[in-house]
C-alpha cells in the first residue's frame, strides 16, 4: 500500500474533480429602453391631533417613499399632519387607491 504525502493527494483531487463549465450568454441584449409611462398625481393633505396621558407615546410608520418630521412641544398632545401624493396611471386607479388609502 503506497502513503500518498497531502501535496500529492492535493494533485490527485483536483485531477479527479470535472473542470467547471462556462456559461455563455444566448439572449441579444435590447436595443430600445423600455417606453416610461405618464402618471397622473392627486395630493391630499391631512390633519389629526391625539390628546394623551403623561409619558404617552407615538409609533410612525411610513410608505416606503417619503419623509417625516418630529417636533416636540410642551402640550399633551400630538398634532399630526400628513401631504399624501398618489399616483397611477388612470383617474379611475386613483379613485381606486383613494378608497384604500384612508
Given amino acids: ?16 474533480l470535472p473542470l467547471p463549465s462556462r456559461a455563455t450568454q444566448t439572449t441579444k441584449p435590447s436595443a430600445q429602453a423600455p417606453p416610461t409611462i405618464q402618471l397622473l398625481t392627486r395630493s391630499t ?15 410612525l410608520i411610513g410608505a416606503p ?5 418630529v417636533e416636540g412641544w410642551s402640550r399633551n398632545e400630538v398634532e ?14 386613483l379613485d381606486q387607491l383613494a378608497k384604500v388609502n384612508t
Fill in 1 to 16: 500500500m503506497t502513503i500518498l504525502k497531502p501535496a500529492a493527494l492535493l494533485i490527485l483531487l483536483l485531477a479527479l
Fill in 45 to 59: 393633505r391631512r390633519s389629526e391631533t391625539r390628546r394623551f396621558n403623561y409619558g404617552g407615546t407615538v409609533t
Fill in 80 to 93: 399630526l399632519t400628513a401631504e399624501i401624493e398618489l399616483k397611477a396611471e388612470t383617474e379611475a386607479d
Fill in 65 to 69: 417613499r417619503g419623509a417625516v418630521t
